[in-house]
């Protein structure tokens, strides 16, 4: 089955480090977006992709940044990780073919702990 | 901030009872979207209804959509314990592409 793919499913790691979380996926979508997911906020969007040469901030970008490496893959990198981002992040795809009902595919989700 | 504003965050019902949740937005909307999440996991599309729809229904779901009060509401009838989750509307604008989500109502249907 098509799916969307995240790696690794936990991980933790120390404040300072450098971490990357990264998507792949085998729907064909051009669209691919990266969210954060704490208690009691919901889902906030980090970055989006609508395709491989364009990249988007989103509501939360500060201390993140993306890359776009193929169709399928979209990457999300902590450069200096920090406790705060401590959160459960989730990459999703989108077909823009599908017009007004265009919906998210979502991977399982990473839990990142920053200690 | 976020875009939509659910109520209640939390519902816990008996299985059989319906189980309403509703979701409030601030801009102009293209079309607005129910999402699912059992426990940690991934989220799964439930329903969409466009900005011109009033009202649709999926299964045991009906999803009303009043744009004149920038609100929405999810009704699951004949709830089941299989039911147990949390609930996410999500909006995307005229200008867009992306998702917004509100922050979700958390519901729990007891046996």
């Known amino acids: 089955d098509a799916d969307v793919t995240q790696t690794p499913r936990n991980r933790i790691t120390k404040t300072g480090k450098r971490i990357m979380l990264e998507c792949s996926q085998t729907k064909g979508h051009d669209r691919m977006y990266w969210y954060r997911q704490d208690p009691g906020l919901g889902l906030r969007l980090i970055y989006y992709s609508f395709d491989v040469k364009d990249i988007n901030k989103g509501e939360i970008s500060d201390g993140y940044s993306v890359s776009r490496q193929a169709q399928a893959k979209f990457s999300l990198s902590l450069e200096s990780a920090i406790p705060n981002q401590t959160a459960l992040y989730f990459c999703a795809t989108s077909d823009p073919r599908t017009g007004a009902r265009e919906k998210l595919f979502f991977g399982s989700g990473t839990q990142l702990s920053v200690l | 901030s976020q875009q939509g504003e659910e109520d209640p965050q939390a519902l816990s019902i008996q299985e059989g009872e319906n189980a309403t949740m509703n979701c409030s937005y601030k801009?102009?909307?293209?079309?607005l979207q129910w999402y699912r999440q059992n426990s940690g996991r991934g989220l799964v599309h439930l329903i969409l209804?466009?900005?011109?729809?009033r009202e649709k229904h999926s299964g045991r779901l009906r999803v009303t959509l009043d744009t004149s009060k920038k609100s929405s509401s999810l009704l699951i009838t004949a709830s089941r314990a299989a039911d147990t989750a949390s609930y996410f509307c999500?909006?995307?604008?005229?200008?867009?592409?992306?998702?917004?989500f509100g922050q979700g109502t958390e519901l729990s249907v007891k046996p």
């Open positions: 999500a909006t995307r604008d005229n200008q867009g592409g992306k998702l917004i």
């Open positions: 209804i466009r900005s011109n729809e």
């Open positions: 801009t102009s909307i293209n079309n």
